[in-house]
């Protein structure tokens, strides 16, 4: 099944406990409850692999936004902030999932930044080789806008309703 990005919101109130331990929020039934409610609230029509107002996947094309959007240190662009991290191999052989959280605070200026993100941008990434799949070039940088535009429809519901973001990579 392979490595795969899922994003969540996350409500103001449980910012301290993801901090400490995100991978508490998975048991927690107030927290289930709480996604439940949103998923039934879903109108936003056909989603793209599931992405909409309050679920966001982006699959393996996380790795193709990093690059996008990567700086050299001590730079850094917002955008980057939905997409950073990477599982981790374990000295046991396994893979440990890596978890991001941004704050409520944050969302603005992680969706300001990803709203400058163009189509020739996207375009430009992938007729210079630096895309995952190079197999069919312009359906790649189609699945890319789509999935751009997912991250700006979910991002949006986060500023409405005054969420954070928790986003599991793994």
């Known amino acids: 099944m392979g490595i795969r990005y899922w994003g969540s919101p996350l409500p103001a109130h449980l910012v301290a406990t993801a ?7 998975h048991i927690d039934d107030d927290y289930d409850d709480y996604l439940w409610d949103l998923r039934e609230d879903e109108s936003d029509g056909p989603a793209h692999w ?3 107002k309050h679920a966001l996947d982006l699959d393996k094309a996380f790795n193709d936004f990093q690059v996008l959007w990567r700086t050299e240190p001590p730079k850094h662009r917002p955008a980057i902030e ?5 599982v981790t191999h374990t000295s046991r052989g396994g893979w440990k999932p890596y978890y991001g959280i941004i704050d409520p605070d944050r969302v603005e200026a992680v969706r300001r930044d990803i709203s400058l993100t163009r189509d020739d941008h996207i375009e430009d990434f992938i007729a210079a080789g630096l895309g995952r799949y190079r197999d069919d070039p312009e359906l790649y940088v189609q699945d890319l806008i789509v999935r751009r535009d997912s991250m700006l429809t979910f991002l949006d519901a986060r500023l409405v309703r005054g969420e954070g973001v ?3 990579i793994g």
Not at 19 to 25: A, M, Q, S, V, Y
Not at 82 to 86: H, I
């Open 166 to 168: 928790l986003y599991t």
């Open 50 to 52: 599931g992405s909409g």
């Open 19 to 25: 901090r400490i331990n995100p991978r508490l929020l």
């Open 82 to 86: 939905l997409v950073r991290g990477d």
